[in-house]
Nanobody, 119 residues
Framework: VQLQASGGGLVQPGGSLRLSCAAS????????MGWYRQAPGKRRELAAT???????NYIDSVKGRFTISRDNAKNTVYLQMISLKPEDTAVYYC??????????????WGQGTQVTVSS
């Protein structure tokens, strides 16, 4: 199973970005998908997560500005980010809780995509 993230970049404060992460490989089903982020010198934190059949969850600092969604047919999760702030600067990692076709449960990670918010 591989996760390929894209969509990071440099944006000015107040700007927007959309991250995408597509899972591929021997996937039977995916339960939760989401995005962690890690800023320089800080611990990795779970920014947003979405589970099949449940409402999304966000950390307080991104509520109202970030929207997570998924396309189950494409095994893809998205993170729409608006009103970006310098403190959103981080490497963003997508993850997925996968049941493989070999009936193995596992957490899989994307390679990380840099988001930099700066003027």
């Amino acid at each position: 199973v591989q996760l390929q993230a894209s969509g990071g970049g440099l944006v000015q404060p107040g700007g927007s970005l959309r991250l995408s992460c597509a899972a591929s490989g021997s996937i039977f089903s995916i339960d939760a998908m989401g995005w962690y982020r890690q800023a320089p010198g800080k611990r990795r934190e779970l920014a947003a997560t979405i589970k099949s059949g449940s409402s999304p969850n966000y950390i307080d600092s991104v509520k109202g500005r970030f929207t997570i969604s998924r396309d189950n047919a494409k095994n893809t999760v998205y993170l729409q980010m608006i009103s970006l702030k310098p403190e959103d600067t981080a490497v963003y990692y997508c993850y997925a809780e996968v049941i493989t076709t070999a009936w193995i449960n596992g957490d899989f990670w994307g390679q990380g995509t840099q988001v930099t918010v700066s003027s």
